[in-house]
């Protein structure tokens, strides 16, 4: 197996959990937060820098690297690994819930998804076997099985149809994959029905798959709801095996997230929000660019010992993002992926030390309602 | 004296020199290239990366910075030198060269020059006497007078009255400026008439500055009359201090500055081609989104030592220019800026050497003909 996992603790009072992930690239604990490297960077960073601030897995995405530079041009390099240069573990995502926001420029069959390329217009398919060749050829640790992320909200009928297809489509994601030194994870769909939810974790289930992810979620349901399709979804997913909410990384649905039992998360929010200028604290967020920051010369966060914390002043780095300089955006994006990862090293030690409750509580008790 | 300079070496058959500058941020070789930090950051770059890659002296707008964040803010957030975290040396130039590139938008007077600020239009007014001044808040190790950089063409007529200017320009500097930790470097001005150079270069030898710097040159003039011109200035120089080439950066006026006894010099010519994707290397330039570069996974230049050329390959960067990823112009910034520091060690070995004429002759061999 490519991929296994290691459960190493459950919280006696809810359903999170501290495990490992055995990966050809390495073994990361979880619960982990999967910083998002869609072209094969994550964006302003290189592969060292995240390495330093200890960042495990990345998550890369099969339809950009797809349409360019082509998943031939990445294999003839040596696999995505080699081509950018990390050595940590990778995870690429389907492609699916790419070219299902693509909206009208794409078309679905049961054979699989038509489109057009965002950067030229081309006409392009991707199916499960399609998706599938394409993630072997990229070479991630984990690839995902393409499915349909369908739009918020979907109907109970339009859902079933959706999910069965997702399912008969993990099926031929699994014929088609046939690389032992990677590990294809199953994505549970379901929309916002508790019973299709349970229904595709069950069918996937029966399948057998290393790891499962959980899709669908995050797409502008309330957090409750999503919150709820969770508790209807990860119990019936086996305790032996990571479970993945897909696109979702704030702190509060982290710290929620794994509360009911997620290990593994992924999402553009801290590096997308931190080249806007807006970086976390334990505190809540601040807006760098705000006039009140000029002449801050404390660290973003007193507390955090981030390359960006250690070196310099809000008024510096809002100086460089008014003045719209990429050394800004690297102090930005580092700051955040450094407090994401700290954030979930203090929510496993927690587990360990069993004060999961009290982590949350605490967590609660200083986060800003939104 | 904050600035000494000490000749180490002398080419006995051309003008070209080694030598070393004592600032209060470090000792440096010379001959140097410093890279531009217009905005308290040099383009895409870490201070600590610049750091690593033997970086001496950097170079910082005062124009820019005097209109964002402010020299009142940077002296409060301590000077310069720790606002932006780079404990090596900073040069400031004096303005003089922005304020005059605006055109229509300023207006000169023996006062002064006023001008209209390109960020928000606001009326600006920048003199001998302010140009110290916010140079002497910015606090760099060097800075510059305040002249009148000419059009090119200027008429012998108009070249002779700006240059007295300057002259008058440059005593009204020298009486500002207090700091004792700071150098104030004279600058020549002349035009493209040799007897005004020599007139230029004679007064401020006069007024004892301890450092020259050699304006009005690579403005749109051919490179042989630039070269002319560095023969009429250099030799009326004094030859125990330092003389900088204002905004001459590209490897042939390099060479053929330091033949005529340059010590110093700037450009944004590395750090701007870079964000275009065009690299140098020993062998002429790369232009990397070619078509040729896609699947070639070689670095940059195999002879590089750089991080850039270290890891990654000309396939994975011409990716991620044409993806238009920050992480790509950092690549190509960090490979130019490492090329020419090392470029600058290698000219100063062979001065030391006695083997600068075969040095050039071996440059010339390579470089192509543009």
Redo the contacts between chains.
């Keep these: 197996m490519a991929v296994t996992f290691e459960l190493i603790k459950r919280c006696p009072a809810t359903g999170a959990r501290a495990g490992r992930l055995y990966t050809p690239h390495g073994v990361f604990d979880t619960p982990i937060f999967m910083p998002v490297g869609t072209?094969?960077?994550v964006?302003?960073?290189?592969p060292h820098e995240l390495a330093v601030m200890g960042a495990g897995i990345i998550l890369s995405n099969t339809y950009?690297l797809f349409l360019?530079?082509g998943h031939d041009?990445v294999a003839?390099?040596g696999g995505l690994h080699t081509?950018?240069?990390w050595d940590r573990g990778i995870l690429t995502d389907s492609g699916g819930f790419q070219v299902f926001s693509l909206g009208p420029l794409r078309k679905i069959s049961e054979e699989g998804v038509a489109f057009r390329s965002h950067i030229d217009g081309s006409k392009q398919f991707l199916s499960p076997e399609k998706a599938t060749e394409v993630q072997m050829a990229l070479g991630a640790d984990i690839i995902m099985a393409f499915d349909e992320c369908m739009p918020y909200p979907a109907d109970h009928a339009y859902a079933k149809a959706s999910t069965d297809r997702t399912t008969r489509w993990a099926e031929r994601c699994l014929k088609t994959h046939n690389r032992k030194d990677q590990a294809l994870f199953g994505i549970v769909q379901g929309g916002m029905h508790r019973d299709l939810r349970a229904m595709s974790a069950r069918d996937l289930v029966s399948m057998g798959f290393p790891g499962y992810g959980i899709g669908g979620l995050s797409v502008g349901e309330p957090k409750p709801l999503m919150y709820e399709m969770l508790e209807e979804t990860v119990p019936l997913l086996p305790a032996d095996k990571p479970r993945y909410l897909m696109g979702v990384g704030t702190p509060d649905c982290l710290v929620e997230g794994v509360m009911r039992g997620v290990d593994m998360f992924d999402c553009v929010f801290p590096t997308r929000v931190a080249r806007n200028g807006t970086v976390m604290t334990s505190r809540g967020r601040l807006v760098l660019k705000n006039a009140e920051y000029?002449?801050d010369?404390r660290p973003i966060d007193p507390d955090c010992g981030c390359y960006t914390c250690s070196?310099?002043?809000r008024?510096?780095i809002?100086?460089?993002l008014?003045?719209e300089?990429?050394?800004?955006?690297?102090l930005t994006t580092t700051h955040n992926l450094h407090f994401l990862i700290q954030f979930m090293r203090d929510m496993r030690k927690a587990i360990i030390d069993d004060s999961f409750l009290s982590f949350r509580e605490e967590f609660w008790s200083k986060y800003p309602t939104p």
């Design positions: 072209q094969a960077t964006k302003a960073m290189s950009h360019r530079p041009l003839e390099a081509f950018m240069q000029a002449r010369f070196n310099f002043s008024a510096y809002r100086h460089l008014k003045a300089e990429i050394f800004g955006l690297r």
